[in-house]
C-alpha cells in the first residue's frame, strides 16, 4: 500500500512561565474557533516561510497574549502532532519551548476566551490534552 505523502506543517509551542511567582499560563481556546473548541492550551501556532522557530514563537506569544517582555530558555519537547484526523494534511512536528516573563498582564487574541496563571501542578489537573500534559511534566523534571 503506497502512503501518501503531504506537507509536514512546523508548529512551535511555549510553556511561559512567570518569574515572579513561578506558575505557568494556559489559555481556554474559544468555542468560536475551528479546532480544539473550549479546551486548555498552551501558547503556539504553526511556523510560517523563513521564519525561525524563535520568530515564530515570539510572534505567537505577541499574537496570543500580547506579551513581548519574553526570555526563550529552551526546546523541552519536540513531538509529532495531527491537528485533527490523522491523515498527510494535519500531521505537525511541534517544537515545545520552555520560557519566562516578568509579565502577568494578557491581552487575549479573539482565539482564546480565558487565561490562568497555575502552578503546574494545578495545570496539570486542567488539562486533557495528552501532548500537553506530556509537555507540563517535562517543564517540571527540567526546573
Known amino acids: 500500500m503506497k ?3 503531504g506537507r509536514i506543517y512546523i508548529g512551535i509551542g511555549a510553556i511561559i512561565e512567570n ?3 513561578g506558575k505557568i499560563l494556559l489559555l481556554r481556546r ?23 522557530p524563535e520568530e515564530t514563537l515570539r510572534r505567537e506569544v505577541y499574537e496570543e ?3 513581548t517582555e519574553l526570555e526563550i530558555i529552551k526546546p523541552i519537547d519536540v513531538s509529532n502532532y495531527y491537528r485533527g484526523e490523522r491523515t498527510a494534511e494535519n500531521q505537525m512536528i511541534v517544537i ?5 516573563t516578568a509579565s502577568l498582564n494578557v491581552k487575549l487574541s ?5 487565561y490562568k496563571w497555575l502552578s503546574p501542578e ?8 495528552f501532548s500537553l500534559k506530556n509537555n507540563v511534566k517535562k517543564f517540571i ?3
Open 3 to 5: 502512503s501518501k505523502e
Open 19 to 21: 518569574t515572579m511567582t
Open 30 to 52: 474559544s468555542g468560536k474557533v475551528e479546532f480544539a473548541k473550549n479546551i486548555w492550551d498552551d501558547v503556539g501556532g504553526r511556523m510560517r516561510p523563513f521564519e525561525t
Open 65 to 67: 497574549t500580547g506579551i
Open 96 to 100: 515545545t519551548y520552555w520560557c519566562k
Open 110 to 114: 479573539a482565539e482564546h476566551d480565558q
Open 122 to 129: 494545578e495545570a496539570l489537573a486542567l488539562i486533557n490534552d
Open 141 to 143: 523534571q527540567e526546573k
